[in-house]
């Protein structure tokens, strides 16, 4: 009952904004190999001659013997001629192939030139890549940045005005007590002051009384004028009743308006329902079962919340499971969301409500990547009492996990919850990295995560259906938490989810003390939500 009025007094109180972030990826280009130079042709050897001696023999003996001298040098010329031709010849492919080495050679420097200007090229789009992500990483550092103090601020104007509203209700409530002061002292005083004059009446009527038995009859004459005739109305006020009087009267008799039960009142309530975030098709199936059997009656205001909130309660009663317990130790308890859903604050919710029931609970800080998250965990830490497992920023967050795991088990925790990063569901490559994070537990333990928890934001609205359906797909998600109940959530959202996926509701949030996270009632969950007393 005590939280059933924390919820009902907190519901449609603040609200909260979805922040988005970005990510670049630059890819390396390739290198090409170059062929070396082509070999050069060797010179040949040259050729000598011997010289022949020339003789003549004038007598006709040696006719034939300067004959054959004569063909013989004319064979040496020949021999010279052919030698030099040769040579030449020699010569010629020489000064040919060294043509060609060096126009080779003009070709490999110029190919080296090319390939060296593509490298530089390569380097220059490496190096313009690499600023361009670092210029977009501190954007959206900025982004963030500015998106938490935004969300600071809101929690701050959100505080000030609870402040402000205590303040005026305590304000409100003294005036009301000095005004009911003053009326009970105007009272008591007019009731002193009647009570003053009838003692004084009565003293005069008898000293009247005892004047008129000491003095003669005649005199009774002059006292019959100061008697007021009987026909005359009394003059005096008649006096107000007391507070007494007010408190014990009965009450005025109280005026019930009712409706008859029709089609048009129908559409009403389903327009009403579906503007509360609760679907089409489960606001035309609470409508149709509060009119069954009651159509054409006619219906009060008090009595269409309690149709309205038991059908309700009977749509969401299957799904109000508490958080299971194992007795696998470390029990691993992986909390998964899109971005500002409450993951960190829900988390040390849970740890110290778990650390009150005598579990002994490690955290372990697995978004790596927004600014200020471990210092954000850190402290719902120690206010939990439970220690926090962290890492520096930007490293790997499955790789957190897998050592969390290994650090509770050595200290014998019962309970091991691991925060992740933020992630909108539309993201593919930020949802595989939560597919890795579940890949690598399950190398530690392959029945881990024992139990996987999806946040959600109340005040994304039926936004909540596409979130549960995806991160289902990746995750294997067992249970879910809504948060941020106190803000501009309209509250049906948590009907429409219950009545699609049947996923187990463990717990709900109405604020952002560390107590205000409680399991999941649907009775008073309904009763709050339409607004019903109790």
Not at 199 to 216: H, L, V
Not at 267 to 296: C, K, P, S, W, Y
Not at 348 to 372: C, E, N
Not at 497 to 511: M, Q
């Amino acid at each position: 009952m005590a939280f059933f009025k924390k919820l009902k007094e907190r519901l449609f109180k603040s609200s909260s904004k979805i922040d988005e972030g970005l990510e670049a990826i630059v890819s390396d280009g390739g290198e090409e190999e170059v062929l070396g130079p082509d070999e050069a042709v060797q010179d040949a050897p040259a050729v000598a001659a011997d010289d022949l001696p020339q003789a003549i023999d004038t007598s006709v003996e040696d006719a034939a013997a300067a004959d054959k001298a004569a063909r013989q040098e004319a064979e040496r010329i020949a021999a010279k001629d052919a030698e030099r031709a040769a040579r030449e010849a020699a010569e010629k492919t020489t000064r040919d192939a060294a043509e060609r080495a060096e126009k080779e050679r003009v070709a490999e420097a110029e190919r080296a030139i090319a390939v060296k200007a593509q490298q530089d090229a390569a380097d220059k789009l490496r190096r313009e890549a690499a600023d361009q992500a670092q210029r977009e990483a501190a954007e959206e550092a900025q982004k963030r940045a500015a998106a938490l103090a935004q969300q600071q601020a809101a929690d701050q104007a959100a505080r000030d005005a609870a402040e402000t509203a205590a303040r005026e209700a305590a304000e409100l409530a003294e005036r009301q007590a000095a005004e009911q002061a003053a009326r009970d002292a105007a009272e008591q005083a007019a009731k002193d002051a009647a009570e003053q004059d009838q003692k004084e009446a009565d003293a005069r009527a008898a000293e009247a009384e005892a004047q008129a038995a000491s003095t003669p009859a005649p005199i009774m004459t002059d006292l019959s004028a100061v008697v007021p005739a009987l026909s005359e109305e009394p003059t005096e006020p008649a006096a107000k009743p007391g507070l007494l009087g007010r408190l014990m009267g009965r009450a005025a008799p109280k005026t019930v308006v009712r409706r008859v039960l029709d089609d048009d009142m129908l559409e009403q309530l389903e327009e009403l329902l579906i503007a509360a975030d609760m679907g089409v098709d489960t606001a035309l199936r609470v409508t149709a079962n509060m009119a069954e059997g009651r159509f054409g009656k006619k219906l009060s205001v008090a009595e269409i919340k309690q149709l309205m909130a038991q059908e309700i309660a009977r749509i969401m009663e299957p799904v109000a499971r508490p958080l299971p317990l194992y007795s696998k130790a470390p029990q691993v308890v992986l909390v998964v969301g899109v971005n500002g859903s409450g993951k960190t604050t829900t988390i040390g919710k849970l740890a110290s409500q778990f650390r009150a029931a005598g579990k002994k609970v490690v955290i372990a800080a697995g978004d790596t990547f927004r600014a200020a998250a471990v210092e954000q965990l850190q402290v719902w830490g120690d206010r939990a009492g439970v220690p926090v497992l962290t890492a520096a920023q930007g490293s790997d967050p499955a790789s957190l996990a897998f050592d969390a795991m290994t650090q509770a088990q050595a200290d014998g925790a019962d309970l091991l919850l691991i925060d992740t990063a933020g992630r909108l569901q539309n993201r593919g490559d930020l949802m595989e990295e939560l597919a890795k994070i579940v890949r690598v537990i399950r190398k530690k333990d392959p029945s881990a995560p024992h139990n996987t928890l999806l946040v959600l934001d109340a005040t994304t609205g039926q936004n909540a259906l596409n979130q549960v359906k995806v991160f289902q797909e990746i995750s294997d998600v067992s249970g879910l938490v809504m948060t941020k109940l106190d803000g501009t959530a309209k509250g049906g959202v948590l009907v429409a989810l219950a009545d699609k996926f049947g996923l187990p509701i463990h717990a709900i949030g109405v604020g952002e003390q560390i107590d205000d996270l409680s399991p999941f009632d649907p009775d008073e969950f309904a009763d709050a939500l339409v607004g019903r007393d109790r």
